[in-house]
């Protein structure tokens, strides 16, 4: 049974940093393209970023200088390290993994960056 499982989100002031992490089983994590997508209230969810399987990284131009992508297969882990968080960024930030047809979504977790 895959599972991707999101954690590390909360509750933070403007400025202020997170870091989330996805932990994934079921799945060859090293072969799979990780990437992690938002999606606040009444909007699409959008690309934040996106890191493949040979390490190549991709971010989204409202996030450039801000998040760091990162992966660890040994751990079966991705990364997003947020820093200088801004109210915008609020949203519900979703895992994603996929490689050729197979493609598998985390539940979510919220980060709402307030004062």
């Known amino acids: 049974q895959v599972q991707l499982v999101e954690s590390g989100g909360g509750l933070v002031q403007p400025g202020g940093s997170l870091r989330l992490s996805c932990a994934a089983s079921g799945i060859t994590f090293s072969l799979y393209n990780m990437g992690w997508y938002r999606q606040a209230p009444g909007k699409q969810r959008e690309l934040v970023a996106t890191?493949?399987?040979?390490?190549?990284?991709n971010y989204a131009d409202s996030v450039k200088g801000r998040f760091t992508i990162s992966r660890d297969n040994a751990e079966a882990t991705m990364y997003l390290q947020m820093n200088s968080l801004k109210p915008e960024d609020t949203a519900g930030y979703y895992c994603n993994a996929a490689w050729h047809q197979l493609d598998y979504w985390g539940r979510g977790t919220q980060v709402t960056v307030s004062s």
């Open positions: 890191i493949t399987r040979g390490g190549t990284t």
